[in-house]
């Protein structure tokens, strides 16, 4: 099995993020920052369902000011979440933010770049540009470093500079050069807080840069913790393949401290969703790692019904949590294919099943309608 990609702790709000820390869930709110009262309840809302780091656009210097009263209302409520402030196009904004944020995610592409720029870049634009952009990073980094707040930066496929596309491309290298102008100014002001983030809505381009960012993190020695998404990845079943494709593949690489599934839904969908790829991914548990065989002709019960069945009932049942249950058509493949479950419930030719722990029999025979009640029988 692949290691987990070594980063270091960075301290979000209450909690730490990289290091050996589970990796994190985080989604975004989806109001304007502005509706206090609203910003409030789906933060609640979000906490409840298990998000641990939550995000807010702060589009105006006004928003600054609502940002700090929904953090008040939390506190007031005691909602311990990280509120991280999402801001581009203003490096004044992100400044404010410092003050009031746990966190500040800025946009590497538009931190200082405009993103109507007319292109060609001549060489000597491409320096005046870049420059501009290490100037405010310079200030921004220094003042993170004085609050001790930490700062993402966020790189994504849809909205680099034009300058960098200019030079290099669009593709997962564009986006490294454009993450590593940033780390040269936070280097320059040893401000190592930070957790960069490659995302594109391509799933492709956002595995090939993080895996491309993560080698060149490697050869410099850069352990920031990496922040995982798809962007606009839509709604639905699509979406959620896509993001468990993208982010799955990162963490079964080993790579990823903290993940967010972004979806066109109620952002609390989210975070079933990003519970779901952790737990297919074996990195994090948050109930019970059921393995079911498809069925086929072999299969003599409605393995449908008693699947449905119990995984309803049993998460509700707390010792059965951390379990591994298999739920096998027939023995032909079924002990085999149960894999290193800790109970097996697999289908006899007669209709009946046999349930089995540790790959050992422990109930022979037992009709359909009695398998909940005596597997629970078992687990008590
Ligand atoms: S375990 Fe048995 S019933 Fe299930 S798919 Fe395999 S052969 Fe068919």
């Known amino acids: 099995m692949t290691k987990r990609r070594q980063t270091r702790e960075v301290t979000i709000g209450n909690i730490g993020v990289g290091g050996t820390n589970d990796i994190r869930i985080q989604s ?8 206090v009262e609203g910003n409030v309840y789906q933060i609640c809302k979000l906490f409840e369902c298990g998000c641990e780091i939550v995000r807010l656009a702060v589009t105006t210097l006004a928003d600054v000011k609502f940002f700090a009263e929904i953090g008040k209302a939390l506190r007031a409520k005691n909602i311990p979440i990280p509120m991280v402030a999402d801001v ?157 494709i993208g982010i799955g593949s990162l963490l079964a690489d080993g790579v990823g401290d903290t993940i967010r599934v972004s979806l066109t839904e109620d952002p609390i969908k989210e975070i079933e969703v990003a519970k779901n790829i952790l737990q297919a991914c074996g990195v994090r548990r948050y109930g019970i790692e059921f393995i079911a065989c498809p069925s086929c002709g072999r299969t003599s019960y409605d393995i449908q019904a008693v699947l449905g069945e119990l995984k309803t009932k049993l998460e509700k049942i707390p010792n059965a949590r951390n379990l591994k249950i298999a739920v096998m058509g027939c023995m032909v493949n079924g002990l085999g294919e149960a894999g290193n479950a800790d109970f097996a419930i697999i289908g006899n030719p007669n209709g009946t099943l046999s349930i089995y722990q540790n790959k050992k029999c422990i109930a022979k025979n037992v009709p359909r309608a009695k398998i909940y009640k005596t597997f629970t029988k078992i687990l008590n």
């Open 28 to 35: 975004m709110t989806n109001i304007p920052t502005r509706n």
């Open 88 to 244: 581009h196009f203003s490096p004044a904004i992100a400044l404010d933010c410092l003050e009031v944020a746990d966190k500040v995610r800025i946009n590497a592409g538009n931190f200082s770049d405009k993103l109507s720029t007319i292109q060609p870049f001549s060489d000597d634009e491409f320096l005046v540009e870049k420059g501009k952009l290490q100037k405010y990073l310079r200030l921004f980094f220094q003042r993170a470093k004085n609050l001790k707040k930490p700062v993402r930066i966020g790189i994504n496929h849809g909205s680099l500079a034009p300058r960098i596309i200019y030079k290099f491309g669009n593709r997962d290298t564009a986006m490294w050069e454009s993450a590593k102008e940033c780390l040269e100014v936070a280097e320059e002001v040893q401000f190592e807080d930070i957790v960069l983030s490659f995302k594109a809505s391509d799933t492709r381009e956002m595995i090939a840069a993080n895996r491309l960012a993560c080698s060149k993190l490697d050869e410099i020695g850069g352990r920031y913790p990496i922040h995982l998404g798809i962007t606009e990845s839509g709604n639905g079943d699509y979406a959620r393949i896509k993001s468990a």
